[in-house]
């Protein structure tokens, strides 16, 4: 059973920057189209970005140009940098598989952006 552990959410103010980390226990990225999520309260859960196997990205408009994912995998970890971030991008962030079958998800990592 693969497991997905996200990191380096927190508190910070609009127009800041943070960079989250996904670290999965087996080599998935490579192989997979692999994507990160947000669900902010009473939200359902929806796709921000996304990286294919060849390293195509893809990003909805709302974050398009702020946000970047990139991948290491032979550190098995894929990571998104967020700038310029706004206070609608509070959320709980995922990382996991872009389409089903979904790995199990983890618990994600609280994004707050507030003055």
């Known amino acids: 059973q693969v497991q997905l552990v996200e990191s380096g959410g927190g508190l910070v103010q609009p127009g800041g920057s943070l960079r989250l980390s996904c670290v999965a226990s087996e080599s998935i990225f490579p192989s997979n189209d692999m994507g990160w999520y947000r669900q902010a309260p009473g939200k359902q859960r929806d796709l921000v970005a996304r990286i294919t196997p060849t390293g195509i990205t893809v990003y909805d408009d709302s974050v398009k140009g702020r946000f970047t994912i990139s991948r290491d995998s032979a550190k098995n970890t894929m990571y998104l940098q967020m700038n310029s971030l706004k206070p609608e991008d509070t959320a709980v962030y995922y990382c996991?598989?872009?389409?089903?079958?979904?790995?199990?998800w983890g618990q994600g990592t609280q994004v707050t952006v507030s003055s």
């Open positions: 996991n598989r872009r389409w089903s079958p979904y790995y199990l």
